[in-house]
């Protein structure tokens, strides 16, 4: 998912959410989540944004049967991985 910026077209933020097996869960495969917001919006919530579009594509995809791949969706810090 890619964010632009209204009147310029500017990318200003960007999000990936890839399927992975943690071991800290059992190895359970979930949508491991990240996103990366520029610095001159970081104060318009568009990370919040993100997540919450995110989590109802991938919840949409559960339901509706298309992909049931993946158990959740995880936003850890990677040291944790």
């Known amino acids: 998912m890619v964010c632009r910026e209204n009147k310029t077209g500017d990318i200003v933020a960007v999000r990936t959410a890839v399927k992975m097996a943690v071991p800290r869960l ?20 568009i990370g919040t944004d993100l997540v919450i579009a995110s989590r109802l594509h991938l919840n949409q995809q559960f339901v509706s049967g298309v992909d049931r791949s993946a158990n959740g969706f995880l936003r850890l810090p990677k040291a944790l991985f």
């Open 26 to 45: 059992l190895n359970n495969v979930v949508y491991y989540y990240r996103h990366f917001v520029a610095e001159a919006v970081r104060r318009k919530h």
